[in-house]
């Protein structure tokens, strides 16, 4: 016997059912018969039954084998929805990540080209994030070009409908030197096919290895290399929100009219370091500093037309929300960049926005930490703008005494002129 039903009436079957626990939920699997059978597109609950029984030991997917952080998510659900659902959505994740990795196979093992471009160099251990399904480092393999460049599979659309599309669709609209450039993406037509970025590679690592390194070697992050993060998330951010400028200095409105676009996930591990030829002027490193990983992005035209709710966008670090959640605003941006800057004051890994218990024995000018501590205001009309900060920072960094300053193996210095 062979049950055809949908993915959609095999939900509405779980739901129907009501189980009482998990316990029961997988003893209804165990006790269906086998199907010898590969699922459809929208396998139904006998197809999952197979999967579940058949081939956890292969894909780790079983309810007990799934990491902690991800049964936690599922059971915190199970609170927060009518019961069943969370059987629904359960069932919902197994079947769309086993799927996509059957459609996957092999395509993203190294060796193996990408875009016809670009070769499969090696996996970056660790780097999955919420709305990605592994990082790799890829080479460009088009003519004489060794360019570097980062692999990022995204959420397929029967994960996560929309998101791929989203992200690609607003980094594909910036170009701007402090944002990380995309070199390619895919989005394929089918709705279990994996979505994938390349972006630039930026060499030097994120802001979160290098605060990471400071700490164990019990050194400050030096302030110059402080003003130069926070002016250029400044000038990310001002760009996101108001377009290309003019090529007036002091002009804050865009050449043309420009869809405002919120990041919402500037935490210390989408913070990129490049190298560069040189400086752009006494103050700075030989280096660019880039916000990445826009996967958390929304513009303003789909924030509003689309009729959404916060709850409708991806989810943010919980440590990084501001006050009045991580609605699609400047402010926003401006109150992530200010904790960003507290655990680079700090040393320290996870944010803090209480500013006045921070200690004081930091080598920080006392108008960085007040400028920081401005981001941090709870209410969002009281912080500054991202042009208020680039301002700022031009004027109360040229008070700074003038040290050169220069990169030594993994850290960046002050060398005495």
């Known amino acids: 016997m062979q049950d055809e039903t ?150 397929t659309e029967a994960m996560e409908p929309g998101i791929a599309r989203r992200e690609v669709s607003i980094l594909a609209l910036l170009q ?60 990310a951010v001002h760009y996101c929100h108001h377009g290309p400028l003019t090529q007036t200095h002091d002009d804050c409105s865009s050449s043309e009219p420009w869809d405002e676009i919120t990041h919402r996930d500037i935490i210390l591990s989408n913070i990129f370091i490049q190298t560069s030829n040189e400086a752009d002027n006494e103050w700075e490193y030989p280096v660019t500093v880039k916000l990445g990983d826009w996967g958390c992005a929304i513009s303003q035209s789909e924030w509003t037309n689309g009729g959404l709710k916060v709850t409708d966008l991806p989810t943010v670090d919980a440590a990084y929300k501001p006050p009045e959640a991580a609605l699609p605003a400047e402010a926003t941006d401006i109150y992530q960049i200010g904790l960003v800057m507290g655990c680079i004051y700090r040393t320290a890994d996870q944010p803090d926005e209480h500013w006045e218990t921070w200690s004081s024995s930091m080598l920080f000018p006392e108008q960085l930490l007040l400028l920081i501590a401005s981001c941090l205001a709870t209410e969002p009309g009281e912080r500054p703008t991202a042009r208020d900060l680039i301002n700022a920072v031009q004027l109360l960094r040229d008070t700074c005494p003038v040290d050169r300053p220069v990169w030594s193996g993994d850290l960046p210095v002050m060398e005495k002129m």
Request: with cysteine; hydrophobic share 35%; glycine share 10%.
């Open 6 to 155: 949908t993915a959609d009436s095999g939900l509405e079957e779980f739901e129907a059912r009501r189980f009482g626990d998990e316990e029961e939920f997988e003893s209804f699997f165990y006790n269906l018969e086998d199907w010898d059978i590969d699922p459809e597109d929208n396998p139904g609950v006998n197809h999952a039954a197979a999967y579940l029984r058949g081939r956890p030991n292969e894909y780790g997917m079983h309810y007990e084998a799934l990491p902690g952080a991800v049964q936690s998510a599922l059971i915190s659900i199970g609170f927060e929805v009518e019961r069943g659902t969370w059987f629904a959505v359960w069932y919902s994740f197994i079947l769309n990540t086993m799927y996509a990795d059957d459609r996957m196979g092999d395509k993203y093992d190294e060796g193996k080209m990408v875009g016809d471009r670009w070769t499969i160099v090696s996996k970056l251990g660790g780097a999955e994030g919420s709305f990605n399904l592994g990082i790799y480092i890829v080479k460009n393999g088009d003519g004489n070009d060794e360019k570097q460049g980062v692999l990022k599979l995204l959420s």
């Open 176 to 235: 701007h030197p402090n944002i990380v450039e995309l070199h390619q993406s895919d989005i394929p037509d089918h709705h279990h096919d994996t979505p994938w970025i390349v972006a630039e590679h930026c060499d030097r690592g994120t802001v979160a290895h290098l605060v990471r390194r400071y700490k164990d070697s019990q050194q400050p992050v030096p302030d110059l290399f402080a003003w130069q993060i926070l002016n250029s998330l400044a000038q």
